[in-house]
């Protein structure tokens, strides 16, 4: 499949995407919605997350630039962080300045928890996000993208970690090779987020 790596005018597309992707995500739709029902913070949130893999051009995005961004998977390379030592920062007020003090504090606590569960030892690459446009759903399209994706960390010999927020998912990345190796609960919620691993394959 054709995908080219996120750039500053594939940006405000693919945060949409990501936006709307997750709306409905059993972990993230929950913790992110404010009491007055209000988004606004939703694209500034997700733009920081696209931002980060965009320093190491490991954001990778379907579809035509300046149209809708169809599919997005955002990596962040072995050894190196999510978000930069600034977007962390630009995290922490965002989320302080727009959701009441017990319910930052409960993003937080999920933060450290997805933290926590995040493998230390074995260099690999972090599949962060990995979203479709709902108008490209049912299509095959993010499952090729991350197909692709996968074939040039097999390359390097790179394998892959992923927690998966939807259990609708984990067939997908099953098929594509990660296996379940634990689980952690969600803060608002009972949903399970569940941890993946992939060996490289040659």
């Not at 399209?141 to 970690?161: F, K, T």
Request: one cysteine or more; charged letters at 25%.
């Amino acid at each position: 499949m054709e995908f080219r790596a996120v750039t500053s005018a594939d940006v405000d597309a693919v945060t949409d995407t990501i936006r709307l992707a997750f709306m409905d995500d059993p972990v993230w739709g929950p913790c992110l919605v404010l009491p007055d029902g209000s988004t606004d913070h939703l694209d500034p949130f997700w733009r920081l997350y696209v931002e980060g893999g965009m320093r190491f051009s490991t954001a990778f995005v379907t579809g035509e630039i300046g149209g809708i961004a169809e599919a997005i998977a955002v990596w962040t390379p072995p050894g190196e962080s999510e978000l930069s030592d600034e977007q962390e920062e630009e995290l922490e007020e965002l989320v302080r300045d727009t959701f009441p003090p017990e319910l930052a504090a409960k993003m937080f606590d999920l933060f450290d928890r997805f933290e926590a569960a995040h493998p230390r030892g074995t260099p690999h690459a972090y599949l962060g996000l990995l979203a479709t446009h709902p108008d490209y759903r049912g299509r095959g399209i993010g499952q090729e993208l991350l197909a692709a994706n996968l074939v040039d960390w097999d390359a390097r010999g790179i394998p892959g970690y992923l927690e998966s927020t939807n259990p609708a998912n984990l067939h997908r990345y099953r098929r594509a090779g990660f296996e379940s190796v634990g689980t952690f609960d969600a803060v608002l919620d009972d949903a399970i987020i569940t941890t993946m691993w992939r060996d490289a394959t040659r």
